[in-house]
């Protein structure tokens, strides 16, 4: 079952084509991970996807539903989750309290009731809290709940950011480079986060430099240059295939 599909998208910023025409599909269950040289046009995808920026052309399908002039907060309420390649937490915030601006967008008790503090809401708080913590149990941060989101060390605030992704319960959530300033041993524990991520049927999009983490994390890749998709296939096809070694990998060695 595709989850995700791209058709024919279009994104350019003045005169330069970030996005030229890329199409792909993601199936349920998968990990996919988006990979390039810097400037790709990598990111984009991801906010054309996410509703963060207007497509030029091109359509978004999400759940079979095309999603292309919806705003971000509907896209995460269809269950399209995200984080961001340059971290977006509320920093002066408690821990506790960014994964629980996560689960407000899946609480029904209106503005009204909230305001009274009828017992509708004040039931759904008590489940708020209950949900946050145990998501940040699920990343390993359960124990620095009270602490300010800011002071956090650098791979800590990226597990952070994936807890107040999963609490809007999503079936998809795409990672903007999730290993980024993490420690050898940061990236290991990730790798066994992402695998418990798909493990909870919620299907998994990356983008990452590490070259290693992606052969071992994702089950297929999508290479872009320039703004278009060069190739797409298996971690082993994508290491064989001689213009993604000229375009990416070359360039590494
Ligand atoms: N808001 C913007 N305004 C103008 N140009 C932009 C904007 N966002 C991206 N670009 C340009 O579009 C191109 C693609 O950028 P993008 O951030 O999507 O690349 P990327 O593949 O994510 O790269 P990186 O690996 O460095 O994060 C780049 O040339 C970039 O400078
Ligand atoms: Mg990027």
């Known amino acids: 079952m595709i989850v995700l599909s791209l058709k024919n998208l279009v994104k350019s910023f003045g005169g330069l084509a970030a996005v030229a025409g890329v199409s792909f599909d993601v199936e349920r269950g998968e990990i996919v ?7 790709a046009g990598k990111t984009t995808v991801f906010n054309l996807v996410t509703g963060t920026i207007p497509a030029d052309n091109g359509n978004i399908f999400f759940g079979g539903r095309d999603i292309d002039r919806l ?3 509907q896209i995460v309420k269809l ?14 915030m408690s821990v506790l309290e960014n994964v629980l601006s996560g689960c407000h967008c899946r609480m029904f008790a209106g503005v009204i009731s909230s305001f009274l503090r009828l017992p509708s809401q004040r039931r759904e708080e008590r489940s708020s809290l ?5 998501e940040l149990e699920f990343v390993g941060l359960a ?8 002071g956090l060390a650098y791979g800590d605030q990226r597990r952070l950011e994936i807890a107040r992704a ?14 980024g300033g993490m420690n050898e041993q940061e990236t290991l524990e990730l790798r066994g986060l992402i695998a418990a991520i798909q493990a909870r049927d919620i299907t998994v ?8 983490f992606v052969m071992r ?29 000229e375009a990416y990998l070359g360039a590494d060695d």
Request: neutral net charge; hydrophobic residues 40%; aromatic residues 4%.
């Open 217 to 245: 994390v994702c089950n297929r890749l999508i290479v872009m240059e320039n703004g278009a998709l060069i190739a797409q296939g298996t971690p082993e096809d994508i290491r064989r295939d001689p213009r993604v070694i």
């Open 33 to 39: 991970g988006l990979i390039g040289p810097n400037g």
């Open 71 to 73: 705003r971000p907060h």
């Open 205 to 212: 999009m990356l983008i990452e430099h590490d070259i290693n």
């Open 143 to 150: 124990g620095m709940w009270r602490q300010t989101a800011g």
């Open 130 to 134: 209950a949900k946050a913590m145990e």
């Open 166 to 179: 999963i609490a809007t319960e999503p079936r998809m959530i795409i990672l903007d480079e999730p290993a």
């Open 79 to 92: 269950g399209l989750a995200r984080t961001f390649q340059t971290i977006r937490l509320f920093p002066g």
